[in-house]
């Protein structure tokens, strides 16, 4: 099976690119900006964009690694299967054939470096293409993917509904406060229309009024009175 060229050929980067931002064109994992298709998985709570190997190498227990049975929330029996003792990934004890003894490494881990689930072979005219193993490989990255994105929806559904009825619940509250301060507005208007007992009275003076000012201005007098008589009897002393 032949496959198409990439979409994102270009090794220029982007800005957001440069500065490791997430990217429907590049893959996630490897940066690969070549690499046919990029699958979208919600990871850890961020929805990311990964290339076939990087998707099959962050679900290391939704898979086979070796016949590539995609699990979909149920792995095989821990009679049936064994798990890799770096990534955690499971695979079906048949599959694992004489790699099995403890501490048994998948096949990526075996050769981290060096392996991918999926690197496309190129045929004598440089078209990239596919045979049956890789084809299965893809087909199970693009289940997880599948099976990743169809959780994502059903978790930003339900965050829908949650922040809709907290929506409502402001809006409610929102109202009843618009309610009261009407009310409070009304019974201020009412306060002013109706006449006051107190209207012709002279307001009081503050002591900041002229009166409150003459004793200011009178007690320091009496000071530097005091302060003149101090230093009349002080020189008296001197003589
Ligand atoms: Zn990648
Ligand atoms: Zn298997
Ligand atoms: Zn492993």
């Given at each position: 099976?032949?496959?198409p060229?990439?979409?994102a ?12 931002a ?13 690499s046919w298709?990029i ?12 290339c076939?190997h990087?998707l ?11 016949c590539f049975?995609?699990y ?7 009679s049936?299967r ?5 990534c ?13 003894s ?9 050769d ?8 496309p ?5 440089g078209?990239r ?13 693009a ?7 169809s959780k994502?929806v059903?978790f930003f559904?339900?965050?829908a ?6 929506a409502?619940v ?15 507005d009304?019974k201020?208007?009412l306060?002013v ?13 503050s ?15 009496t000071?530097?009175?005091?302060k ?7 020189v008296?002393?001197?003589?």
């Amino acid at each position: 099976m032949n496959l198409p060229s990439s979409t994102a050929t270009s090794t220029s980067e982007s800005p957001d690119t440069a500065a490791g931002a997430i990217s429907p064109e590049t893959c996630g994992g490897c940066k690969s900006q070549d690499s046919w298709v990029i699958h979208s998985a919600r990871l850890r709570g961020i929805l990311r964009f990964y290339c076939t190997h990087c998707l099959l190498r962050n679900h290391p227990a939704s898979f086979c690694p070796t016949c590539f049975a995609f699990y979909d929330s149920s792995p095989p029996h821990q009679s049936r299967r064994v798990s890799c003792n770096d990534c955690n990934s499971v695979t079906h004890i048949h599959c694992a054939g004489d790699a099995k003894s403890p501490p048994y490494r998948c096949p990526p881990c075996r050769d981290p470096d060096g392996f991918s689930f999926f690197r496309p072979i190129v045929d004598e005219n440089g078209a990239r293409c596919m045979d049956k193993a890789l084809s299965e490989a893809f087909l199970c990255a693009a289940k997880i993917a599948a099976s990743s994105m169809s959780k994502a929806v059903t978790f930003f559904r339900s965050e829908a509904e949650r922040k809709g009825k907290d929506a409502a619940v402001a809006k409610k509250r929102a109202r009843e406060a618009l309610e009261d301060v009407l009310k409070l507005d009304e019974k201020a208007k009412l306060a002013v229309s109706k006449p006051s007992e107190n209207r012709d009275q002279k307001p009081k003076q503050s002591p900041a009024s002229n009166g409150g000012l003459k004793q200011i201005e009178s007690s320091a007098a009496t000071a530097q009175v005091k302060k003149q008589s101090s230093s009349v009897v002080q020189v008296k002393q001197e003589k």
